[in-house]
């Protein structure tokens, strides 16, 4: 009998040692985010190495501001604020680091308001280590692993992941993978069947794909909001059988298929929609990629999240078609769906006329459906619109207490509900409650980092709050992801480069923003020609601005969507460069 060393890691009750902590520190300190700032580089070593050396009790502002910020022995915290503003910019910091790069990092170092002394703990615990000592192989034994050796690494980690899908498929051979917790057996929403991609060529890496993207877009598309699946064995068709007849047979709406070819170190995926019921085409795309054999999972996870994102998005290729077909006999009686569907295209334009109607179709819909989790949540994010757009009846106040009841509703219906997490998060944003909107926010961005909108939202409130360095990067992958954003997404990237007195940048991303036909995208285009000096070009944009909505205030509007001092700031002394001046009625 073998007999097993195990290397026993931290306890379950134990904070992470001191080498655990240094390494951390050492981490962090060799990041991007904190190379930018020197001083708050040496703030951070100097608490972790005073704590780490027992003297955390000497941590307070003087300390800090004589050993650290130079200050002498005449300073004052109650007159110069310096630690107090560097303490909150690095505990910012260190929020952005372990939502990027520090992510994965199995400790983490904290400073906890009111304080200057760190925290240290687990994030991610390392696991024990688990070692078997080395056995005399028999000579048949010994002829194998060499065999075995000679072949390429990357091959043996796909031999084994096939292996890992294989035997997933089998616990799930012959499941229907229907809606998420909290949609009703009775609601009917689009069902998908996503059928196994074909590798074209007979290499182990387009077998490996092949046979691993089903399963992932399954996955993936899961996290979206509002459709059925079906994977595995059940969405495999017989010999004689088309993927087509497959979602014939199946009820399926849409059947999604595909194919793998590589060739050297380049593979190029093949993904294609298709309507059941016709067979038409609906959407079509291919993907290249430079192939790192070493790294196959990254790629076919990235791979598969291109492909999911794009069909399965509020207004990606499934959602685009129904809201065509809406009227047709195959769409008209998914009743509650469509109500989101229509919930997205309000939030999508902001049209006043088509609040009403919504509102009215999604309370229809929970009075039918008190079990329809999206329902719930898409109400909260109309009661939402009402609080930001004084709509409705309700005053501000008593519509943004409705969007966080409605949504928190949807969370006990189903916890993993983007929408509702979005609702939430919106209505804390919108009632000054900064810290409980972002808490929400990056909740949503940890259920589905592949949804378009769940990133702009995260990214749109931080950067309308000011943090530009974390906001705009995840405004800007969420833009990218997306397959028709809306003008909105577009404008704190405006009014970043409008703080950075961008005139040229700030342009092309008001442009972009003026396909919603807004006027706040042709207050930005003025903005961005009067940096320029373009006086003429300025005045002609505030006259569009006029025409689509007379007497219209963008300062009052940007105040309403809760931007800091600075910003409006720079838009109000931009917009008297103009001549332009504040209505005296203000809409």
Not at 151 to 178: N, S
Not at 190 to 195: G, K, L, Q
Request: hydrophobic share 40%; net charge negative.
């Amino acid at each position: 009998m073998n007999e097993f060393t195990i290397t026993e890691g931290p306890l379950s009750d134990a904070r992470p040692v001191e080498s655990d902590v240094r390494a951390e520190l050492a981490s962090i300190l060799s990041s991007a985010l904190l190379q930018k700032s020197e001083r708050r580089r040496n703030f951070l070593k100097f608490i972790v190495e005073e704590t780490l050396d027992g003297r955390s009790s000497r941590l307070k502002g003087f300390t800090i501001a004589t050993e650290v910020f130079n200050r002498d022995a005449s300073f004052d915290g109650k007159l110069d604020p310096a630690v107090r503003l560097e303490a909150r910019r690095l505990r910012r910091d260190l929020d952005s680091y372990y939502f990027g790069e520090g992510r994965h990092d199995p400790v983490r170092i904290s400073i906890p308001k009111g304080t200057y002394v760190p925290c240290f703990e687990w994030h991610e615990r390392p696991a024990p280590v688990v070692t078997k000592p080395v056995e005399k192989a028999e000579p048949e034994e010994q002829e194998a692993a060499e065999a075995k050796a000679d072949r390429p690494k990357f091959l043996e980690r796909i031999g084994y992941t096939v292996l890992a899908v294989a035997l997933v498929a089998v616990f799930v051979a012959g499941w229907f993978l229907g809606p998420r917790r909290g949609t009703p057996d009775h609601v009917k929403l689009p069902a998908v069947v996503v059928v196994p991609f074909e590798a074209i060529g007979g290499t182990d890496t387009e077998q490996y794909l092949a046979a691993a993207m089903s399963p992932t877009l399954v996955d993936i598309l899961r996290r979206f909001p509002g459709m059925q699946l079906y994977g595995s064995i059940l969405s495999t068709p017989s010999p004689d059988q088309s993927p087509i007849a497959l979602g014939q047979d199946l009820g399926a709406a849409y059947v999604l298929t595909g194919t793998v070819q590589s060739e050297g170190e380049d593979v190029r995926i093949s993904a294609q929609l298709l309507e059941a019921a016709t067979g038409r085409l609906i959407w079509a795309r291919t993907f290249d990629r430079d192939l790192d054999p070493a790294d196959l999972i990254t790629a076919q996870n990235d791979l598969a999240a291109d492909i999911a994102t794009e069909i399965g998005q509020p207004y990606g290729a499934i959602n685009s078609n129904l809201n065509l077909n809406a009227n047709s006999s195959d769409v008209s009686d998914m009743e509650s769906y469509l109500c989101l569907l229509r919930a997205h295209a309000f939030w999508r334009d902001f049209e006043v006329a088509k609040f009403a109607p919504v509102v009215s179709c999604l309370q229809t819909a929970v009075r039918k459906n008190p079990d329809f989790s999206d329902a719930w949540a898409m109400l909260g994010r109309m009661h939402l619109a009402a609080g930001i757009f004084r709509l409705g009846p309700n005053d501000r106040n008593e519509s943004l207490a409705l969007a966080i009841e409605a949504g928190s509703h949807a969370l006990t219906l189903d916890p993993n509900s983007t929408l509702a997490l979005l609702a939430i998060s919106g209505a804390y944003h919108y009632s000054g409650i900064y810290a409980e909107a972002e808490r929400y926010a990056r909740m949503a961005v940890e259920q589905n980092p592949y949804d378009p909108l769940v990133l702009v939202n995260l990214g749109w409130r931080l950067a309308v709050r000011g943090n530009f360095e974390e906001g705009i990067p995840l405004v800007k992958s969420g833009i990218a992801r997306s397959a028709h954003p809306p003008g909105w997404y577009f404008h704190t990237l405006a009014i970043e480069r409008l703080m950075e007195g961008d005139g040229p940048g700030m342009l092309e991303f008001a442009n972009r923003a003026s396909s919603d036909g807004s006027a706040i995208s042709q207050s930005l285009i003025a903005m961005a020609f009067i940096i320029m000096d373009d006086h003429e070009a300025a005045q002609q944009a505030i006259a569009r601005m006029n025409e689509i909505s007379p007497d219209y205030d963008p300062i009052r509007a940007f105040l309403n969507h809760q931007a800091t001092d600075e910003i409006i700031g720079e838009m109000t002394q931009a917009l008297a460069r103009i001549g332009w001046t504040r209505p005296a009625k203000v809409q």
